[in-house]
């Protein structure tokens, strides 16, 4: 198993652009989830999705929009970026909502810059 | 709410001493706790969890936490420190009972380094 895949590792934006962070898992997760990662705060949840077609808002949901049209993938997608949004994003996943128990995994990481 | 706290935003210790990395947390009904590594431009790294039972948990390469609920505390502690260890850990709680039960909240990690 690759486990959770994100694409791209690195990116660079100017103001206003939009693009899309794409992550994958193959170990048939239902529940998924994007965090950002700033110095001294953490991570945060953006969006997270418990199946294929259902999402919800997480603490900084606030620029960014989500989508699962599948078990395998959750993209981010930043509408109109923002030197704020300059993070490193992380994908993760974990069998279903009732797994609290179960171990959450993570991807390597997206780090964007917005200038 | 739930919320974690990691007091301590670094962590130096020689190589071959014992380490604590320290996390205290705050639910309102039953919490299990998670610990997370991060080495530089990697992402988490799953080291251990407290679900229930035992109130000392193993965990990977040589790591344990103990669960104090009197103290709502679960420090990570490892009994022979390792320059290989040094890297960011996070501590996280998900707490069932409430209706954020599907998050994981992280605290804001510490650095650990150990010093040959």
């Known amino acids: 198993n690759a486990g959770v895949t994100q694409t791209p590792k690195f990116q660079v934006l100017k103001t206003g652009q939009s693009m899309t962070l794409q992550c994958a898992q193959d170990m048939n997760h239902e529940y998924m989830s994007w965090y950002r990662q700033d110095p001294g705060m953490g991570l945060r949840l953006i969006h997270y999705s418990v199946g294929a077609g259902i999402t919800d808002q997480g603490e900084v949901p606030n620029g960014y929009n989500v989508s699962r049209s599948t078990t395998e993938d959750f993209p981010l997608r930043l509408l109109s970026a923002a030197p704020s949004q300059t993070s490193v994003y992380f994908c993760?996943?974990?069998?279903?909502?009732?797994?609290?128990?179960?171990?959450?995994?993570f991807g390597p990481g997206t780090r964007l810059t917005v200038l | 709410a739930q919320s974690v706290a990691q007091p301590e935003d670094q962590v130096n210790v020689a190589e071959g001493n014992p380490l604590t990395v320290k996390c205290t947390y705050s639910v309102s009904g039953n919490p299990y706790l998670f610990w997370y590594v991060q080495y530089p431009n990697r992402g988490l790294q799953f080291l251990l969890k407290?679900?229930?039972?035992?109130?000392l948990v193993k965990g990977s390469y040589g790591f344990e936490a103990e669960f104090n609920k009197s103290q709502t505390s679960f420090h990570l502690k490892k009994p022979s420190a390792l320059v290989s260890d040094s890297a960011l850990y996070f501590c996280a709680v998900r707490d069932i009972t409430s209706g954020s039960a599907r998050q994981l909240t992280f605290g804001s990690g510490t650095q650990l380094t150990v010093l040959p």
């Open positions: 407290y679900i229930t039972g035992d109130n």
């Open positions: 993760a996943s974990r069998t279903g909502p009732s797994g609290y128990t179960d171990t959450q995994y």
